[in-house]
């Protein structure tokens, strides 16, 4: 299945509440428009954040065939090694969260990376694992 059907079968099958916010629909490039937020320099999952990865892994449920989903964690530090060690520890902390939440462990994966700017958020990127299809 091409990653634009994907994505639209994805829409269609959002929970109700999970619909109701255009933002949890993933874009064209399985990329969700809604990040998830973190205070400067740290890992702790803010309030709305974990509402949104509520969300998140009832629509990962609601999908027949499980999806892949990559959790891209931005950090931001003077050096660059810091910066992705920070945002690899954002992504373990969501990829925790999307777990607690019934998300099977296999389908995630979680990535640090570095920004030039002020990156306090992870990203999350939705595919079809290798080798499946609807």
Do not use: N, Q
């Amino acid at each position: 299945m091409t990653r634009r059907l994907l994505i639209a079968a994805i829409a269609l099958l959002l929970p109700f509440s999970a619909a109701a916010d255009s933002k949890l629909a993933p874009r064209s490039d399985g990329r969700l428009e809604k990040a998830v937020l973190f205070d400067y320099g740290k890992t702790r999952v803010r309030s709305t954040g974990r509402s949104t990865l509520a969300a998140v892994a009832r629509m990962w449920r609601a999908v027949p065939v499980p999806m892949k989903i990559t959790v891209e964690g931005h950090g931001y530090a003077l050096e660059e090694e810091a910066s992705i060690e920070l945002g690899y520890r954002r992504a373990l902390r969501v990829r925790e969260r999307l777990i607690a939440e019934g998300v099977d462990p296999r389908f995630i994966e979680a990535v640090g990376h570095s920004r030039a700017e002020i990156g306090r958020y992870v990203d999350l990127v939705f595919s079809t694992p290798p080798g499946r299809t609807r």
